[in-house]
């Protein structure tokens, strides 16, 4: 039986560039003890007091079916948050809840790029990108971000690739790079988009996790609400990865045309796991912080690592829970590099290839084991790039 292209279409010819990662993960299942850096997975699970709220929200009786768009009070309060970050009046109407950011990149592709259409992402991009615009039949069109410009998209750039495109997929905080953009990067992309008449798809499920400046968001410049479509998420700002819940926050006629969606596709995400979210969010920003911590601490001590030899770089990166390495001075290409690191040392890390062309000859480093670990490998990776 014939399957359908939109879904083998999704990763033409079978691979998804991730080969690195499937080996070490290979290895660990032959017994071999690998140090994983690899994956954007916390190295502490889920909290037990949401666990609690959601044990509970369960035994009291929130196990049947949810509203569609998510149970008000989770979108009133994701609306505060976004009101809080940004001061753009926010409602429960611009939000949808789905299940997890993943979920919600496709859904906000969806609404606003119809099939044939061209949608821009920048690269170097979330490995997934060009598989969900492809998924949703819209052809994925790379935006290069340079290394001389600290991977941050250019206005520029932009507009020369914007021709007969729909939308731009940006991130920041950023995977892979842990580049937070900064307020001219933001602007720039803003006039961009409202000079090609883009929707600009903003990802910022790391957007608690800024360790110098602040996380801006392109909704908050002036009249950009109407073209902007927010991905958030729970799974990193609250350890809840395995939980699947996000959001889409956007104009109230896109969230409606969601919604549609969501009544066909998904009916909506578990109540408990809603009320879960809910109370996550009612701790605060302290609680986000908290759990963003450990990474701005292992940045500081990469960069101690990094500053102690002079063969790899780290590139300027003030968020997000990976860093992104230079290690173009071995003269290897990163898969090269990967796979030798690998099989040496058996420390896993993602090379830059994997997501996108613009990060070729970097690889990226998830700051996802506890400190001491976590700098010794760095240790190991930097003698191995000097040999
Ligand atoms: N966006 C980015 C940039 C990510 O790095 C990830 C996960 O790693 C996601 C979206 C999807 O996250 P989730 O579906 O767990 O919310």
């Not at 750039?157 to 939308?167: F, R, V, Y």
Request: charged share 15%; net charge negative; with cysteine.
């Amino acid at each position: 039986m014939n399957l359908s292209h939109r879904i083998t279409h999704i990763t033409p010819g079978g691979s998804d560039g991730w080969e690195v990662f499937y080996k070490s993960r290979q290895m660990i299942a032959d017994g071999v003890d690998v140090v994983e850096l690899t994956i954007g997975e916390h190295d502490i699970r889920t909290d037990p007091i949401i666990l609690d709220a959601m044990h509970a929200a369960a035994k009291g009786g929130h196990t049947g079916y949810a509203m569609v768009p998510g149970i008000v009070a989770l979108r009133d309060k994701v609306a505060a948050r976004l009101q809080a970050q940004s001061g753009i009046p926010t409602t429960r109407d611009n939000i949808l809840i789905t299940p997890g950011g993943q979920a919600a990149l496709f859904a906000a592709h969806l609404a606003c790029c119809n099939e044939g259409d061209v949608a821009l992402i920048c690269d170097p991009y979330y490995a997934t990108y060009p598989g969900t615009v492809r998924g949703i039949g819209a052809t994925p069109r790379p935006v290069i971000c340079t290394p001389e410009n600290n991977f941050q998209p250019q206005k520029a750039d932009i507009l020369a690739a914007s021709e007969g495109a729909t939308s731009i997929l940006i991130n920041t905080p950023n995977n892979p790079t842990g580049v937070v953009y900064d307020a001219a990067t933001v602007r720039g992309i803003a006039e961009a988009a409202t000079h090609a008449d883009l929707w600009v798809i903003s990802d910022e499920v790391y957007d608690s996790q800024v360790w110098k400046g602040a996380h801006i968001s392109p909704r908050s410049l002036p009249d950009m609400a109407d073209r902007t479509l927010i991905v958030g998420s729970m799974s990193k700002s609250h350890a809840m990865t395995g939980s699947r819940v996000g959001w889409v926050a956007g104009p109230v006629q896109a969230i409606e045309h969601l919604t549609n969606l969501a009544t066909h596709t998904t009916y909506g995400v578990a109540g408990y796991i809603q009320d879960a979210a809910l109370f996550a969010l009612n701790q605060g920003p302290a609680f986000e912080a908290e759990i963003g911590a450990p990474f701005k601490r292992r940045r500081a001590l990469a960069k101690s690592v990094i500053n102690g030899q002079n063969v790899v770089k780290m590139i300027n990166s003030d968020g997000a829970m990976y860093l992104m390495l230079d290690i173009r001075a071995t003269g290897l290409s990163a898969t090269d590099f990967a796979y030798g690191l690998l099989h040496a040392h058996h420390i896993a890390v993602m090379p830059g290839d994997s997501f996108g062309q613009a990060a070729a000859g970097h690889i990226r480093v998830a700051m996802t084991i506890e400190d001491t670990k976590f700098t010794q490998a760095l240790e190991t990776l930097c003698t191995f790039a000097a040999n």
